[in-house]
């Protein structure tokens, strides 16, 4: 068994992936995230990113992956039909069976269908994540440091995640605004999904900023919140601030594991050291901060 393997069955994700399974194979409601944590006996709070990192996909890819390996057996069978195989496995009709096939496997249901030779093929790749030969063990220099609570100014926003620049310009204004502008000491982001999982018009981010107090009474949309109080899993990343999901998915599948840490029910933010505008991409640096405890022994 592969180290991602044994780190998925150790985090439960493997029950979560029989559940899918089982719920395409009988055609019981496919769960929501909350159910499929309670499955991995994992909080909620962290279980899409753990997923994703120990699987290299996310739970509504692991479905869709799921159900063309469903087609597939199914299509083996003796005398089966296109149409009630789209059916079975969940698909509208037989021509979004056809497109699934096509977009994954570049070849249609017929043709899986009559090459046993092709259809046993991608039931193999077809059978396992799609991180799942990811041998990536590259040391991580990961501290485990108790943060002071700090408090910040939030702006939520919706969009491309290159276009964040303009909603941290709107919580600097205002902090111009009011005077506070020289009295900058932190920049937050707080990634709500994964804009490598997202179109652009659904990707959701806090971006924030810290003057060294709280500051209770803010204008809408913007909003006070404090971050930071307890123990934190802190990783340096180095580079373009595109590939912090990547580094913390390196963080959680890499190190996590075997660290003696859980994850705590906290948000997981960054803490941006540089300044894009000042600082070329390929030395820019931030801080991933992981709220962490101690496992129970």
């Not at 990961?142 to 995640?161: H, M, Q, S």
Request: net charge negative; proline share 6%.
């Amino acid at each position: 068994m592969s180290r991602i393997a044994q780190l998925r069955q150790r985090h439960g994700i493997d029950r979560v992936i029989a559940h899918l399974q089982d719920c395409l194979r009988t055609g019981a409601p496919l769960p929501d995230l909350d159910a499929l944590a309670a499955v991995a006996h994992q909080s909620p709070f962290h279980f899409h990113r753990l997923y994703r990192a120990l699987t290299g996909e996310t739970p509504g890819r692991t479905v869709a992956r799921l159900r063309l390996l469903r087609a597939l057996q199914l299509l083996a069978q003796a005398d089966s039909r296109v149409t009630e195989v789209a059916l079975e496995v969940g698909f509208e009709s037989p021509q979004a069976l056809a497109r699934a096939c096509r977009q994954a496997m570049a070849a249609t249901p017929t043709e899986l269908r009559d090459d046993a030779t092709l259809r046993m093929h991608w039931q193999q790749q077809l059978s396992l994540p799609a991180g799942d030969d990811r041998d990536d063990r590259v040391p991580l220099q990961v501290k485990v440091t108790a943060l002071e609570p700090f408090d910040v100014v939030v702006l939520r926003t919706r969009g491309a995640f290159d276009d964040l620049d303009q909603a941290f310009g709107e919580v600097y204004a205002w902090a111009a605004a009011e005077g506070m502008a020289e009295q900058l000491q932190a920049l937050i982001g707080i990634a709500l999904n994964d804009h490598r999982d997202v179109a652009a018009d659904a990707c959701e981010f806090d971006c924030g900023m810290g003057f060294g107090r709280a500051l209770d009474a803010v204008p809408a949309p913007l909003r006070p919140l404090r971050l930071g109080g307890g123990d934190y899993a802190v990783l340096r990343h180095v580079g373009s601030f595109a590939g912090l999901e990547a580094a913390t998915d390196a963080l959680l599948r890499q190190w996590l594991g075997e660290s003696g840490y859980r994850l705590r029910d906290a948000p997981l933010y960054y803490h941006y050291l540089d300044d894009p505008e000042e600082v070329p991409e390929a030395i820019l640096r931030a801080d991933i901060c992981v709220p962490v405890h101690a496992a129970p022994l």
